[in-house]
């Protein structure tokens, strides 16, 4: 487990990635199951997965906060990752996103929103912004509901590298 804790729940820990994370990143995108709603749509090589590593490393050194890697708390298992990036659109001065992805054999355990909602908590008391935004593919019920589990309200419909989604929002 890294040294760097960012944030801990009942269950899960929030830590900083390590510069040779980058195959395990793959591994959580490696099949068709755990990218269909992602953008592309399509398994991660690991030069995608070092691609991803070196940005969210520079979003931590720029903004505060990136996406980090999430270990269940009681084996350090990498179960996943978790956190917040800025979404910027054309002309967008770029707001906070959350976002997560869980390892395929980890699903149905209640750890995205658990880290979800401990994140939305985190990101208000650290004063980031006074709102943030999350999407969702149309057909992604699942991360829906945890959405709307945290309390995030629906916001408007989204595209996204061409791909249609759903924009919800959270305030303060």
Request: glycine content about 10%; overall charge positive; hydrophobic content about 40%.
């Amino acid at each position: 487990m890294s040294d760097t804790i960012i944030l801990e729940t009942p269950r899960l820990v929030l830590t900083m990635w390590n510069k040779s994370d980058a195959e395990m990143i793959r591994q959580l995108h490696s099949t068709i199951e755990t990218t269909r709603y992602l953008s592309g749509a399509a398994p991660w090589t690991l030069g995608k997965a070092e691609d991803r590593l070196k940005t969210w490393f520079g979003e931590q050194a720029r903004d505060g906060v990136t996406k980090y890697k999430m270990l269940r708390r009681d084996d350090g298992r990498f179960i996943g990752r978790a956190g917040f990036s800025r979404f910027q659109e054309e002309r967008d001065r770029g707001e906070f996103e959350l976002g997560y992805s869980i390892r395929q054999d980890a699903w149905g355990n209640g750890y995205a929103t658990e880290i979800a909602g401990a994140l939305a908590d985190w990101f208000f008391q650290r004063g980031f912004a006074s709102q943030f935004i999350a999407f969702t593919h149309p057909e992604n019920a699942a991360s829906q509901r945890v959405l709307r589990k945290i309390g995030m309200q629906y916001r408007s419909p989204i595209v996204i590298d061409g791909v249609s989604g759903l924009c919800f929002k959270m305030s303060r």
